[in-house]
T-cell receptor
Framework: TQLLEQSPQFLSIQEGENLTVYCNSS?????LQWYRQEPGEGPVLLVT?????EVKKLKRLTFQFGDARKDSSLHITAAQTGDTGLYLC?????????FGPGTSLSVIP | DSGVTQTPKHLITATGQRVTLRCSPR?????VYWYQQSLDQGLQFLIQ???????AKGNILERFSAQQFPDLHSELNLSSLELGDSALYFC???????????FGQGTRLTVV
């Protein structure tokens, strides 16, 4: 069974701080997606990484896919209150997408 | 706006009843996914359809079924409802068989 683990489960930081959240699996995925979800809303796609070792930047967010395509990290620089939400990683294989449990981020002004 | 439309947004029903949730995917997307999200289980993949055919199954109960119609909209049928079926049900669509998924706003189902 493919499983995705995310850490930390909860994170509360001050505005302006940097943070990194992690997504790990024992399985290899063909691609990995990061989503952000706000309460009562559907997850919104942030990025897809496909190649092992790939790094993608989206403004203050930096995403990295592990060399073996089993893990990924999301780094946020100078967090803002608008970054608050549930960050979900999802690994895609040939037939389905598996979601991790998410990291709940709270950025305090 | 993701382009994925789900109806209804909220649904309250009694145990033992049957409900149908509806999803219209983004224009041009052939794949539809159904997910269940509850507080203690996270986002759980239920089932995927691609161009009208079932492509993959996840943790979908036998009481639940889905289909994708020729116009690509999809319906998720939940029957013999139990209190534990109360959750947010999301539909997502993607262009290919497995790719970035775009989610609808979800249907919040409450079973009383």
């Amino acid at each position: 069974t493919q499983l995705l683990e995310q850490s930390p489960q909860f994170l509360s930081i001050q505005e302006g701080e940097n943070l990194t959240v992690y997504c790990n699996s024992s399985s290899v995925f063909s691609s990995l997606q990061w989503y952000r979800q706000e309460p009562g809303e559907g997850p919104v796609l942030l990025v897809t990484v496909v190649t092992g070792g790939e790094v993608k930047k989206l403004k203050r967010l930096t995403f990295q896919f592990g060399d073996a395509r089993k893990d990924s990290s999301l780094h946020i620089t100078a967090a803002q209150t608008g970054d608050t939400g549930l960050y979900l990683c999802a690994g895609a294989s040939w037939d389905k997408v598996i979601f991790g449990p998410g990291t709940s981020l709270s950025v305090i002004p | 706006d993701s382009g994925v439309t789900q109806t209804p947004k909220h649904l309250i029903t009694a145990t033992g009843q049957r409900v149908t949730l509806r999803c219209s995917p983004r224009s041009g997307d052939l794949s539809v996914y159904w997910y269940q999200q509850s507080l203690d289980q996270g986002l759980q993949f239920l089932i995927q359809y691609y161009n009208g055919e079932e492509r993959a199954k996840g943790n979908i109960l036998e009481r639940f079924s889905a289909q994708q119609f020729p116009d690509l909209h999809s319906e998720l049928n939940l029957s013999s409802l139990e209190l534990g079926d109360s959750a947010l049900y999301f539909c997502a669509s993607s262009h290919g068989t497995v790719a970035e998924a775009f989610f609808g706003q979800g249907t919040r189902l409450t079973v009383v």
